[in-house]
């Protein structure tokens, strides 16, 4: 977090907070603002009050707020070559209960002889109960493998495969995103290894994150250090060693100042 300098901050405004985060390419993504607009655009849009003191005045406003690109910066933070890596607390969809195949020809009425989906219509169930998002894959008509894939592609952060061989030993299996480990477990643990499992890749989600950002993050002294430093990742840099025109050099350069943030961790006013 921090403010902006005089050349970053808004248009108009007398001062911008920010909190900047890094992606997973080490490049910065605004991901917040919040602008002081003193009465610039009171008096450009004639925004006016009356005064305790009975006087007309132009008022004081202000400018905030977060926006869809969180969500892209969710998918650039987290995501990998294989697609998305949802953080468990903002998965819609937390374990996504598969059907692998039925063990036989489906019924005319849709039923499976030998109870797979019903196992697995009661797994879902169950973790629903227990306040986990579900979501719920059936379609044994498409091959399994392609089903997979697309699970992977978005980003669930857990998979529970329920198959007739599985099954038979009072076994499903569980699939975690985050590493792509697979393990059995007995049918009636898989809800309690589920929450296990949401909990503990949250954790390692946050903990990868803030461990890249601090690895690619480095104190320098100059401009030229900063301006280098910024190649791949960012640069902590003092303000008296970069100033106005060293700003306008970095950015011709293609850095940007992200912000302003004191030594002692509190923000400035730019």
């Given at each position: 977090v921090g403010c902006k300098t005089g050349r970053e901050r808004f248009a108009g405004a007398t001062n911008t907070y920010t909190l900047e985060g890094m992606m997973g390419d080490g490049k910065a993504l605004q991901m917040g603002t919040s602008h002081e607009l003193g009465q610039n655009f009171a008096r450009a849009f004639d925004i006016t009050y009356t005064s305790a003191a009975g006087g007309v005045e132009?008022?004081?406003?202000?400018?905030w707020g977060t926006s869809t690109r969180m969500v892209?910066?969710?998918?650039?933070?987290h995501g990998d070559d294989n697609g998305l890596r949802v953080p468990p607390k903002l998965a819609p969809v937390q374990a996504h209960v598969m059907v692998v195949k039925t063990g036989g020809a489906r019924e005319a009425d849709g039923e499976a002889g030998n109870g797979v989906i019903e196992a697995a219509a009661k797994l879902r169930d169950?973790?629903?109960?227990?306040?986990?998002?579900?979501?719920?894959?059936?379609?044994?008509d498409i091959p399994f493998g392609r089903r997979a894939v697309d699970a992977e592609l978005k980003g669930y952060p857990v998979r529970l495969e329920v198959g007739p061989r599985d099954l038979n030993a009072g076994n499903v299996v569980l699939v975690r995103r985050l590493d792509g480990s697979k393990r059995p477990v007995p049918l009636a643990e898989a809800p309690p290894a589920v929450l296990a499992s949401l909990q503990a890749d949250q954790q390692a989600l946050y903990d990868e994150a803030l461990t890249l950002r601090e690895r690619r993050t480095v104190a320098v002294r100059t401009l030229e250090e900063a301006i280098e430093a910024a190649a791949t990742g960012w640069a902590r840099v003092p303000w008296s060693a970069v100033g106005i025109e060293g700003e306008a050099a970095a950015n011709g350069a293609g850095v940007t100042v992200r912000c302003l943030v004191r030594e002692d961790g509190s923000v400035p006013e730019s």
């Open positions: 132009h008022a004081w406003t202000t400018s892209g910066g969710m998918i650039m933070t169950e973790l629903r109960d227990a306040g986990v998002r579900v979501g719920f894959d059936d379609r044994v």
